[in-house]
């Protein structure tokens, strides 16, 4: 009966332990996605999104740095106990508040943040823009203007050397008008950032649908055997890209055949049929009805499109 008992404290002890160990863990599940490459996945929301690693022999590359500053803290301390190689280089997929919050965090352990030249244009104007425009609270405006701007804006493509091992970055189309893809072709591993967002309705306010469906019809030529880390949602494939792919292809068809005074509540109906069970369909899913109807009208405010798109090899 004493051994029953003790099992019984030992394994109740183990399940409490757990339940402190995730309390108070990292906002995030870090996953191998390759030799040295992590996808930093958003733990119910924790962290706001999803961030990666890419660790070469001589600098550590970090995609994305969260909303919440100590989501990136944590990912710091993580990275330490993965190597002793320097973390040389942030790169923001691109402004959105949601993926460059922790900017600071790295730039203080030395760090060079990169991203596409419309993201240093823009990073203060249009996240108060994303979280409120004039509407905007006081505390959310602080949180903006706390924002650190990245260092280096690139256009088109640049490759950076982390020793031993390349990662490309390429300035794509859709989400924002200031996207980066960051490749490591060597692992077939892709960060997408918020140009692909897994079994999870887009946020749709600074997108245009007609280039970012042609982006997402690049990535197959890449094949079966690439891991797709998405802004959102767990890590992905091909099939999972092409998923979200059919979401934006639905969402623009629908759009374009609704007419009249119903239109949005139309498209709405339509898209519910098929994705009310993906994450934030109640929230950005019907935010985007509005969104893609403004597109196809060409009412929408978008960014400016890039005559040629950026050669993705
Ligand atoms: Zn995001």
Known sequence: ??????????????????????????????????????????????????????????????????YEPAAAEAL????????KAPVRYVVNT??????????????????TTIAHKNVRDWIKSENLRLLGGDAITPERRARVEALTA??????????IDLGGRRVRLRHLLGHTG????????????????????????PNLIDARVADWIATLDRMAKLGDGT???PGHGDVGTLADVQAFRGYLADLSAFAGEAKGDN???????????????????KSLGTKGVGHMLAERAGTKRAPVPVPDPTPFD
């Open 76 to 83: 710091l301390t993580e990275i330490r106990r993965l190597t």
């Open 263 to 281: 239109a949005e509540a139309d498209v709405l109906a339509r898209m519910s049929a098929k994705y009310a069970d993906w994450s934030f369909f």
């Open 227 to 229: 891991t797709f880390v």
């Open 94 to 111: 691109h402004h959105h508040i949601d993926h460059t919050a922790g900017n600071a965090v790295f730039a203080n352990a030395g760090a």
């Open 150 to 159: 990245p260092d280096a804006g690139y256009d088109g493509t640049v490759d």
């Open 1 to 66: 009966m004493g051994n029953v008992f003790r099992a019984l404290i030992v394994a109740v002890a183990a399940v409490w332990l757990a339940a402190v160990a995730r309390a108070e863990g990292p906002a995030f599940d870090l996953k191998p996605v390759g030799s040295g490459v992590y996808a930093a996945i958003d733990r119910d929301g924790e962290a706001g999104a999803n961030a990666g690693v890419v660790i070469g022999k001589d600098a550590v590359l970090v995609v994305d740095t969260f």
């Open 178 to 201: 200031g996207d980066t893809v960051v490749w490591v072709e060597d692992a077939k591993v892709v960060f997408l950032g918020d140009l692909f967002w897994r079994q999870a309705a």
